[in-house]
C-alpha cells in the first residue's frame, strides 16, 4: 500500500496562488488515480482535482472554474497542485489520495495527512 505526504499549504491573500505538492511513495501511477480532495469547515470531503494515471484524463470540479491544475511526476512519484486565483471559500484541508483502478474507489481510497491552506480577504 501506499504513503501519501503533503505539502506546501499554507495563508495565502485573495487572488494568490499555492501549489501543494504530495510524494506518493509505493503507488503505481499507471494503474492507479491519483489526486486531491478539500474539506471546508462543517463540510464534505469533495473533490478537487484528480488524473487517471492509465490514460492521463483529468477530473476537476466544478468550483475550479479553470484556477486549479493537478500534474504528476511519476518518475519521482509526485503529485501537484497549482491553484491560482484562490478564493476565500478554497479554505480548506487539502488531501492527496490514490486508489487502483478497477480494483478500490475513492471511498477506499489511501489518504495523506492533509494540509490547511487558508485564503485571507
Known amino acids: 500500500e501506499g504513503k501519501l505526504v503533503e505539502s506546501g499549504g499554507g495563508t495565502v491573500q485573495v487572488g494568490g496562488s499555492l501549489r501543494l505538492s504530495c510524494q506518493a511513495s509505493g503507488v503505481i501511477f499507471e494503474e492507479s488515480l491519483v489526486g486531491w480532495f478539500r474539506q471546508r469547515p462543517g463540510k464534505e470531503r469533495d473533490g478537487v482535482a484528480t488524473i487517471r494515471g492509465s490514460n492521463g484524463k483529468e477530473y476537476y470540479g466544478d468550483f475550479v472554474k479553470g484556477r486549479f491544475t493537478v500534474s504528476t511526476d511519476a518518475a519521482n512519484n509526485m503529485i501537484y497542485l497549482q491553484m491560482n486565483n484562490l478564493k476565500p471559500e478554497d479554505t480548506a484541508i487539502y488531501y492527496c489520495?490514490?486508489?487502483?483502478?478497477?480494483?478500490?474507489?475513492?471511498?477506499?481510497?489511501?489518504w495523506g495527512q492533509g494540509v490547511q491552506v487558508t485564503v485571507s480577504s
Open positions: 489520495g490514490y486508489h487502483r483502478e478497477r480494483i478500490e474507489t475513492w471511498e477506499t481510497a489511501t
